[in-house]
């Protein structure tokens, strides 16, 4: 069971955020696929690199990444069948977590879907390019938790982040 709610939870994150980057680039290519001008050009060549360091570095790298493999090890360790049944919520922080860590990933998520419910009323080719800045930031983000999970493997004592689970579960950190 420990095995299974790793795996569950960190491949079923990383299979959401791969089909989010299919999904939105075929939007982004069919962006890129009309004529573009030279707002179009500095807008990608702005906004790219900006996603790349806020979703995809200060986002995932500095704060999820981390915290959704620390989540897992935490699953490996203390595994519980409707925890490891929900593996991919629980290592998101809606499952099993602080107070706090539940309030900010649920605010977030809300975020995220109102940026998705906005971007999608953009007309191409600037809601290809918005994605395109996007899918280069989610690459980042799944590189990021791959780079975790070796980190994790190496010396499991370094995450450098907090599990979030509540006090009596018998973990602080």
Request: charged share 15%.
């Amino acid at each position: 069971m420990n095995r299974i709610g790793f795996v569950w939870g960190v491949g079923g994150i990383l299979l959401l955020l791969g089909f989010a980057v299919l999904r939105l680039g075929a939007v982004a290519v069919e962006g890129f696929g009309q004529p573009l001008g030279l707002m179009h050009w500095a807008l990608f060549a702005v906004w790219t690199p900006y996603m790349i360091w806020a979703e995809g570095y200060k986002g995932f790298y500095r704060a999820f990444a981390p915290r959704v493999v620390a989540r897992a090890r935490h699953l490996y360790l203390h595994p519980r069948p409707l925890h490891v049944l929900l593996a991919p919520l629980y290592c998101m922080g809606y499952v099993h977590a602080t107070r706090r860590r539940r309030l900010l990933s649920m605010g977030l998520t809300s975020m995220i879907i109102g940026f998705v419910l906005l971007v999608r009323m953009l007309p191409q080719p600037w809601r290809g390019i918005v994605d395109a800045g996007v899918v280069a930031g989610l690459i980042t983000g799944i590189v990021s938790i791959f780079w975790f999970l070796e980190v994790i493997r190496r010396d499991p004592a370094s995450m450098p982040v907090s599990v979030d689970v509540p006090v009596e579960a018998g973990a602080t950190g």
